[in-house]
Each structure stands twice: as structure tokens, then as C-alpha cells.
């Protein structure tokens, strides 16, 4: 079947300090990786993306490369802000070989990161 | 600012009252789903609709209806929820089903 294996937390940064939260996966199909951030009292939001393989997401200063060797799709941010303190999910969407992906999205456990002054 | 609009923010009901939430999404979008999300929990699917008709159902007590009206907007029906209901209700849409989804903020629902 389908899964996301997502880093366990809390993670807990200092200000400006580096930030990677793993997230491997298996899929039956051909998948499309995303991240999700969830902030206090919100829903998701769509950080990022990548469709295939090698592809990398990029948004606000975060990344995300899709590698198919190791069923991967890291986060990274170079610099991690005060402002970034929210819940982190991984999640995948698995197309059959016509395309088709019957729109279910499978979600890692999520990541909550608190990142301090 | 999220494009898709959840009403209300708020719930709380008794386990004998009817009560509906709300979803619209104006972005063309032609799947809308449905999500459960419990605390610190990752979100459960419902329900999805793809050009306005139900395709999946994953098992849902029948106590949740949904309700598709028409390509932007869509509804829960809840009756005779128990505590275990409780719960943020996420909607969701997507330009199609191997798009990418889009979520609102979600009703916060308490079970009284």
C-alpha cells in the first residue's frame, strides 16, 4: 500500500538555525509528494510540491527534493524564523498507471516544530 | 487568506440536534473533499466529490451526510453525532483529482 514516514518530534530550533524534517514514502503507483503546514488554529496550507522524480519544491524560502532512488522528499530552510513554529506534514498522492488518483492523499504524522527567539 | 471558506468556525451541539457545516470554493475547482482531523492527528478523509458526485466514501457512519449542490459549493449534514465526533472538520478542493488540494480553516466541532 501506500505510506508517509515523517520525522518525529517536537523539533525545537533556535532563530536562524537550520531546519530538515525527513519524510520517506512507499508507493504502489507513481506518487506526487507534498508539504503541508499547519499553523495554530488554521487549516493546511500547501508549502510545496514536486510530481516527479528529481523535482524540487520551493516556497518561502523552504525546499523539498523528490528522489526516487531513496523514496524521499525532505524539508529543508536555511534560516528557520520565529514565525515558522507550526505543524509540518508530508503527504503523497499515488496515480495509477492510466493517471488516475482517485484524489486520496495519504499524510505522514506530522512534525511540530517550535522555533524560539 | 485561504480560498476556500468553512462556516461556521465554530460548533457546538447536542447528540439529538441536526446541524450542517458549510464549504465554498470559487476557484473553478471540481473536487471537493471532506476531512476529519483529531488533535495533534494528521487529517482523515471522508469524503470526495468530483464533478459534484460523490466518488469515495471511506466508511463514514452514517450520522455525516454530504451534500454537493453544485461545482462550488459543498455541505455536511451531521445528525446524531456522539463525542467522539468532536473534532476540526477540514474541506478541501482541488482543480481535479490528480491536482494538488487547497483547505479551508476548518469548523471546530464540540459534542456536547
Known amino acids: 500500500g501506500n505510506s508517509v514516514t515523517q520525522m518525529e518530534g517536537p523539533v525545537t530550533l533556535s532563530e536562524e538555525a537550520f531546519l530538515t524534517i525527513n519524510c520517506t514514502y512507499t508507493a504502489t503507483g507513481y506518487p506526487s509528494l507534498f508539504w503541508y503546514v499547519q499553523y495554530p488554529g488554521e487549516g493546511l496550507q500547501l508549502l510545496l510540491k514536486a510530481t516527479k522524480a528529481d523535482d524540487k519544491g520551493s516556497n518561502k524560502g523552504f525546499e523539498a527534493t523528490y528522489r526516487k532512488e531513496t523514496t524521499s522528499f525532505h524539508l529543508e530552510k536555511g534560516s528557520v524564523q520565529v514565525s515558522d513554529s507550526a505543524v509540518y506534514f508530508c503527504a503523497l498522492l499515488v496515480a495509477n498507471a492510466g493517471g488516475t488518483s482517485y484524489g486520496k492523499l495519504t499524510f505522514g504524522q506530522g512534525t511540530i516544530l517550535t522555533v524560539h527567539p | 487568506d485561504t480560498e476556500v471558506t468553512q462556516t461556521p468556525k465554530h460548533l457546538v451541539m447536542g447528540m439529538t440536534n441536526k446541524k450542517s457545516l458549510k464549504c465554498e470554493q470559487h476557484?473553478?475547482?471540481?473536487?471537493m473533499y471532506w476531512y476529519k482531523q483529531k488533535a495533534k492527528k494528521p487529517p482523515e478523509l471522508m469524503f470526495v466529490y468530483s464533478y459534484e458526485k460523490l466518488s469515495i466514501n471511506e466508511s463514514v457512519p452514517s450520522r455525516f451526510s454530504p451534500e454537493c449542490p453544485n461545482s462550488s459549493l459543498l455541505n455536511l449534514h451531521l445528525h446524531a453525532l456522539q463525542p467522539e465526533d468532536s473534532a476540526l472538520y477540514l474541506c478541501?478542493?482541488?482543480?481535479?483529482?490528480?491536482?494538488?488540494?487547497?483547505f479551508g480553516d476548518g469548523t471546530r466541532l464540540s459534542i456536547l
Open positions: 476557484m473553478g475547482h471540481r473536487a
Open positions: 478541501a478542493s482541488s482543480q481535479d483529482l490528480e491536482w494538488p488540494q487547497h
